[in-house]
């Protein structure tokens, strides 16, 4: 389901002023869902990046639809600019200076594998996001990824150390699901 323009440019704007809202409050923007559009108030599952300098500033989200669209942004926009534990809080001089990214993610759908070889060969580069788990151990890599692990193989291995587990680790009981998505921003 692609979004018109203007429903992504609500939710451009959204996430913008959510992140003005926490530098200006201390608390998400306050958003009432019957204001927007209908399209904005299905579950849908998002992540917001933030980049400062086309270096990663912030990357929030949920793999599962629990909230409508526009509040999903709203939220995670605000987690990726005070919430994100990999960074410091968002400054007030730097709202304007990032550049910030919406992923809508489908559903996900698991993958059937025989092998790890099997999987790799059922990736598919710069469309597919990926969630790998193993045991209590989980890690996504958004499809964005691709754009700095290209090959199929090392952006297996790359979700892999994400997830807690070693480059070369392989279980049968490995899941894999797959999602895609699309980009706003």
Not at 66 to 80: G, K, M, R, T, Y
Not at 153 to 174: C, E, M, N, P
Request: include cysteine; glycine fraction near 6%.
């Amino acid at each position: 389901m692609s979004l018109s323009e203007n429903n992504r440019q609500i939710l451009l704007d959204l996430a913008y002023q959510s992140i003005k809202s926490g530098l200006e409050t201390g608390h998400p923007l306050n958003i009432n869902l019957r204001d927007y559009p209908i399209e904005l108030q299905q579950q849908r599952a998002t992540f917001v990046t933030l980049d400062k300098n086309k270096q990663l500033r912030g990357c929030i989200g949920m793999l599962k639809a629990v909230l409508p669209l526009a509040e999903d942004i709203v939220e995670n926009a605000f987690s990726a600019a005070f919430k994100d534990p990999r960074f410091p809080a968002v400054e007030m001089p730097e709202l304007n200076e990032l550049g910030i990214h919406l992923s809508i993610l489908s559903p996900s759908v698991a993958i059937e594998f025989s092998s790890e070889q099997d999987l790799i060969a059922q990736i598919r580069p710069n469309i597919d996001g990926l969630i790998l788990e193993s045991g209590l151990r989980r890690g996504t890599f958004l499809p964005s990824v691709w754009e700095s692990i290209p090959n199929s193989t090392q952006f297996l291995q790359h979700l892999k150390q994400k997830a807690g587990l070693a480059k070369s680790y392989w279980s049968d009981q490995i899941k894999v699901y797959r999602y895609t998505t699309e980009m706003i921003g």
